[in-house]
């Protein structure tokens, strides 16, 4: 079987962080290696798939994507890979492929070298047939099965209906030991869909005011403004968005000096579900029904 040179692997990783670099939100893991399999010219070996059935290309890179993660370059958190400031650095440092790749290996190796005592499938040099290391290619299976479950779940809040996602909101403050006053019915809600309280008579400050929005697009500063002109100087705001928000708006939320307001996007929204998942009704469970599976993860 033909290796694949260090060349090649220098030029898919430098390639793919300058792709993410002109994507600040960060993208899919498949969007980022389809923009940047259109950047490169793939040879026919590339282009075809490992025994087991992988496409080479995507596997390679990946593989050599941990190299990235390792350094301090790339980012993945639910399957969105983004590139990190020192990735910026590294990118503006080395124009050469070569010497980028070279620099990330040194990285991960410094890297390796600090970890406790490994055990023998961790170590790097055990060949496997699909290009990497047994722990290498046990960490991409990990986290494509990770990405998979992220899309399911997040495809199926996103298409939840608005009120039933606002039910599941509520629940979720429930769980977490607040006293929910008032879910809005549909129709007109002056852009307040949920109030709770610290306490079950709602005689202590703050009163909890919560926008909930299931869509696709991202919250607007203007968006952000708009909620926090509803809020008084003793509540608390909580703006729920399945679509989460612009830089501006996150800017915004965290330099204000008037009003609190935090900011909750789908994957912050699923953690605390995930967190707080024991304390929830059977009723609640319902909405969004989770089965952890366990299984060794890898160390790489």
Known sequence: MPEIPDSRKALFLRQLIQVLAAAPEGLRSQEALSRLAATVTLSEYEKGQFPSGPQRFEQIVRL???VAVKAGWLAKTK?????????????????DPEAFYRTGCALYAEWDRSRPEKTPANEIGNPDPEGGTSAEVA????EK???????EIGGYLRSMPPYEFQDLVADLLRAMGYHVSWVALPGKDDGIDILAWTDPLGTRPPRIK??????????????????????????????????????DAEAAART?????????????????????YGKLSDTARQRLPLRPIYFLAPTT
């Open 64 to 66: 050599t994507s941990i």
């Open 79 to 95: 399957g969105i890979w983004s590139i990190t400031e020192e990735g910026r650095v590294a990118l503006a440092l080395h124009g």
């Open 139 to 142: 960490s991409i299976t990990f």
């Open 145 to 151: 099965a990770e990405e998979q479950a992220w899309e």
């Open 210 to 247: 919560v926008q909930v929005k299931r869509q696709i697009s991202t919250v607007s500063v203007d968006g952000l403004r708009s909620f926090l002109s509803v809020l008084g100087n003793d509540d608390v705001g909580l703006f729920v968005c399945t679509g989460g928000f612009t830089r």
């Open 256 to 276: 204000q000096e008037n009003r609190k307001v935090t900011l909750i996007d789908l994957e912050r929204l699923f953690d605390l579900w995930v967190e707080h």
